[in-house]
């Protein structure tokens, strides 16, 4: 059950990380991050940042594979701060003053934070 969560949690980590890579390359999302602070397309330090967070979403799915069993064993350790910082978006998300950000953003990172939990606890 831990893989099929983590699995889970991996695929919905996809999808910020889509939007990640999209805004980063110019696509006029700005609305869906950042609080909705640029409604069209992000400025480039933004887009820059943008990069970053793709990669952190990546490691942090990374992490909780390895935590299920499935992927390198080494990001294991980094499962718990990838908790935490699913769970900190998510109240940043809840508390968005970008509506779109809020209704998009919050429901996935619920369910990713779900899946975090239950396999932390399994």
Known sequence: ?????AY????????????HLAVSAGAPLGRLTVGGRFPGRLPP?????????????????????ARAGVGWPRLAALFWPAVGITLLTLVANAASPSRPER?????????????ALAIGFA
């Not at 059950?1 to 969560?5: G, R």
């Not at 330090?45 to 594979?65: F, I, K, N, T």
């Not at 209704?103 to 899946?115: N, Q």
């Open 1 to 5: 059950m831990t893989q099929i969560l």
């Open 8 to 19: 889970a949690y991996a695929g919905l980590a996809a999808l910020p990380v889509t939007m």
């Open 45 to 65: 330090v933004w887009r820059g940042l943008a990069l970053v967070q793709a990669a952190l979403l990546v490691a942090m799915a990374g992490a909780v594979l």
């Open 103 to 115: 209704r998009l953003w919050t429901p996935v990172i619920a369910l990713m934070s779900a899946a």
